[in-house]
């Protein structure tokens, strides 16, 4: 699992492969570089994207009780 952080755009997305991911940030980039004509928006450095090694995830009890615990992907 992947993920990209685009502020000025769609903000933060899952991916299901490294391509997509990066795909996804360089058309961010290739947006913000359109849009700079007058300077470069404050935000571009936060565009970014990587791989996920873990995440918060719900688990349920045998008591119904609903709880969530961080996991490894």
Do not use: S
Request: hydrophobic share 35%.
């Amino acid at each position: 699992m992947y993920f990209t952080n685009d502020p000025n755009g769609d903000g933060f997305m899952f991916h299901e492969n490294e391509e997509d991911a990066r795909d996804i940030a360089l058309e961010a980039l290739g947006n913000e570089r359109d849009e700079a004509e007058e300077g470069w928006d404050d935000a571009v450095d936060e565009i970014c994207w990587g791989k996920v090694i873990g995440r918060v995830v719900e688990k349920v009890d045998d008591h119904d009780y609903q709880d969530y615990e961080l996991k490894e992907i």
